[in-house]
């Protein structure tokens, strides 16, 4: 099978996680950012992780870095695109995009206009490659609610214009879910498609919980609702999407190796998966990588491979007519 030439749908992708490493020296100097080293070995190093990651929460500490030079419209527009155009290079033909705007306001930028800066990198990518995009929204858990609310408020403005979604991700605890009942309310009300970011670390019920008291129509991960019958029954019934990363899942140690990711169980188990990244240069990995490694360690059928690309593209936040063009690439 020939990988590369396959079209992909990535619908689980952080912006601040999946810039290029060059790109991250070339803005930490332009905007005199300091760093120990500006060698393109070592600031690799500071941004991706090793075999040493211990968890989730070790994991998001690569953030630190690729958010301190995420502060002005021009070049958070700049890593839209650049991610984009490698997404395009590697025929993904439909990518979302996720990033938390108040990761990107320290410098004085308003939510509103860290939103449409990634949009415009965009559209940017949109006219010069055969690829199409579009935002979620993340909010972070752990940090305050307000911000829960400010993000859906200035999201809501972009509703139709490039914003199709709300996340929340970040660190998982246990019946994390229902603080925040209320604000994933408001966002559908305002128009959003929820997807949320559950059983990555251990607990199958947040799953549930995602479902039934947020609304969530797809899950980020999913990977442990192997633990809780429910949550398992749950998502095969409903026919929620799992958008799985399983390069992401072994650094946070979720999962030990390829061989023991439950991504091809479920698939057989009619569970519908997506294969995404999650974050490319934290994880040192791409989606043409992401899936030859899924397709190499379960020898996926070409026929099983269309059925998860169509799978993915039905369960894209995007509109019925960008659904068609894309069903026309398989
Ligand atoms: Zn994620």
Same mark, same amino acid.
């Given at each position: 099978m020939d990988i590369n030439n396959l079209p992909k749908i990535e619908l689980h992708c952080h912006l601040d996680g999946s810039l290029r490493v060059e790109t991250v020296i070339e803005l930490a100097q332009k905007d005199n950012i300091e760093l120990d080293s500006y060698d393109y070995k070592e600031v690799k190093k500071m941004l991706s992780i090793d075999e =040493?990651?211990?968890?989730l929460d070790e994991y998001l500490e690569k953030f630190d870095l690729p958010n301190k030079v995420l502060q002005s419209k021009e070049n958070l527009r700049r890593a839209a695109y650049e991610l984009l155009e490698d997404a395009a290079k590697e025929n993904i033909k439909y990518i979302e995009v996720r990033f938390a705007? @108040?990761? $990107? %306001?320290?410098?004085?930028?308003?939510l509103n206009e860290v939103i449409q800066s990634v949009i415009d990198g965009i559209r940017d990518a949109e006219k010069k490659y055969e690829i199409k995009g579009n935002v979620i929204i993340s909010c972070i858990r752990g940090l305050d609610l307000k911000h829960v609310f400010d993000s859906i408020e200035a999201g809501a403005q972009f509703i139709g214009q490039g914003v199709v979604a709300i996340d929340l991700a970040a660190t998982e605890k246990e019946d994390f879910a229902y603080e925040y009942i209320e604000a994933m309310k408001l966002a559908k009300e305002k128009g959003f498609r929820v997807t949320i970011h559950a059983g990555e670390t251990g607990f199958g019920k947040n799953v549930r919980d995602a479902i =039934?008291?947020?609304?969530?129509?797809? @899950?980020? $991960?999913? %990977?442990? @609702?192997? =633990?809780d019958k429910e949550a398992y029954e749950l998502v095969k019934e409903k026919g929620i999407t799992l958008e799985m990363c399983p390069k992401s899942n072994i650094d946070t140690k979720a999962v030990n190796i390829y061989d023991n990711h439950p991504i091809y169980k479920y698939h057989k188990d009619n569970i519908k998966v997506n294969i995404s990244t999650d974050n490319r240069m934290v994880s040192n990995i791409n989606l043409n990588e992401e899936t030859s490694n899924v397709i190499k360690t379960f020898n996926v059928t070409l026929d099983e491979y269309k059925k998860i690309y169509i799978n993915s593209v039905n369960a894209a936040f995007c509109s019925e007519e960008t659904k068609k063009e894309l069903l026309r690439f398989i």
């Open positions: =040493n990651c211990s968890s705007p @108040i990761f $990107h %306001v320290k410098e004085g930028l308003r =039934n008291l947020l609304g969530a129509e797809r @899950i980020g $991960h999913g %990977v442990f @609702i192997y =633990n």
